[in-house]
């Protein structure tokens, strides 16, 4: 017969699975435990309605919780099964995942697992020196392998995409309802939402899309000059619906542990996502690609600038 894990091995699993990054540290999931399966779902009281109507974002970020709790339960020498939306009549049910048969332990696994407390979103100027190839081949790969692809934007492109990205922050900041929400996120409630010493510093040149969290702060801001020819990413699916959005979440969250653990920086930028016009713009939706997010990655400074979360107790149902 084969023992599954316990209530405790899976609520340790997710308090892994909640250092997920999300869209403004929305942290938008709950979880809860079916021993041996883990529901995780997209809590509607968290999506960020101006900038992400759709709901897309949030089941990105939920993704990349799903991603991180798969792993921690591989850690834990469990493989899973995994089923996206498994209810129709519960559209809230993002994900089930399901402990299956004991594995014995994986080098990779183990060195993911142990990236996942040291990722985070740096907003600071990266280094100059080039990201090697073989680096960014790891990137596709891990992206490739949760269903999603991961392409390096080339000079035009990466351009074309700093361009489309001042651009589409412009006209989200037209969106009526945009500083109220972002002041939701950035009021410093301790355990969600971008605090201001996250923020990073303001570009002297204005040319990095880094979104500005501290810009309602009303804190002095130092500038600094950052890479001026950055490595950007682009995270794209073939479908671009909902399960496609938790693949893109699942790929994304990979993608970041793997960069993480070659010693590399990230900061997701999904400001010329949030514009249909502009998304369109960096995708081939005619030939089956959709954008997701954009990635910039690169060789980065330490900084304490780590985000809250919410305690275990916030997001797991209660036995
Ligand atoms: C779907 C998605 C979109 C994001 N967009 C941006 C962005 O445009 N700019 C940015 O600086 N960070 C962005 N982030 C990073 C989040 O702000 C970050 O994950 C969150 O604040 C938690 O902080 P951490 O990543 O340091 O743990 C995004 C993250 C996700 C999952």
């Not at 996942?116 to 680096?135: E, G, K, Y």
């Not at 934007?153 to 006209?171: N, S, V």
């Not at 002041?183 to 990095?208: F, H, K, N």
Request: include cysteine; charge should be neutral.
């Amino acid at each position: 017969m084969i023992v599954g894990p316990t209530r405790k091995v899976l609520a340790e699993c997710v308090r892994a699975a909640t250092a997920a990054p999300s869209l403004h540290n929305s942290q938008p999931w709950r979880f809860r435990i079916e021993e041996p399966a883990t529901e995780v779902y997209a809590d509607p009281a968290r999506r960020l309605r101006v900038i992400d109507p759709l709901g897309r974002e949030q089941l990105i970020s939920v993704g990349a919780a799903v991603f991180t709790l798969r792993l921690a339960l591989r850690q834990a020498r469990y493989r899973s099964e995994l089923e996206l939306f498994p209810d129709e009549g519960e559209p809230d049910l993002a994900a089930r995942v399901t402990a299956a048969q004991p594995a014995s332990s994986n080098p990779a696994v183990e060195a993911l697992y142990a990236a996942i407390p040291h990722r985070h979103t740096n907003r600071w100027p990266f280094a100059q020196s080039a990201v090697p190839a073989d680096a960014l081949e790891h990137l596709a790969d891990a992206a490739r392998r949760e269903g999603a692809t991961l392409t390096v934007a080339g000079a035009t492109a990466r351009d074309a995409i700093l361009g489309l990205a001042q651009e589409a922050d412009r006209r989200l900041h037209e969106l009526p309802g945009y500083r109220e929400e972002l002041a939701r996120w950035t009021a410093g409630t301790q355990r969600d939402g971008v605090p201001a010493r996250a923020a990073g510093p303001w570009d002297a040149l204005e040319s990095m899309p880094v979104r500005d969290f501290a810009e309602l702060s009303g804190l002095p801001r130092r500038s600094e000059t950052f890479e001026p020819y950055p490595t950007l990413l682009v995270l794209a699916t073939h479908g671009d619906e909902p399960a496609d959005w938790l693949r893109a979440g699942q790929a994304l969250q990979r993608a970041l542990l793997t960069a993480t653990w070659l010693n590399l920086a990230t900061t997701p930028i999904s400001q010329p996502v949030e514009v249909p016009a502009v998304r369109e713009a960096l995708a081939a939706p005619d030939a089956g690609r959709f954008a997701q997010l954009v990635l910039r990655v690169g060789y980065g400074r330490q900084v304490a600038a780590s985000s809250p979360r919410r305690t275990l107790a916030d997001v797991l149902d209660p036995a």
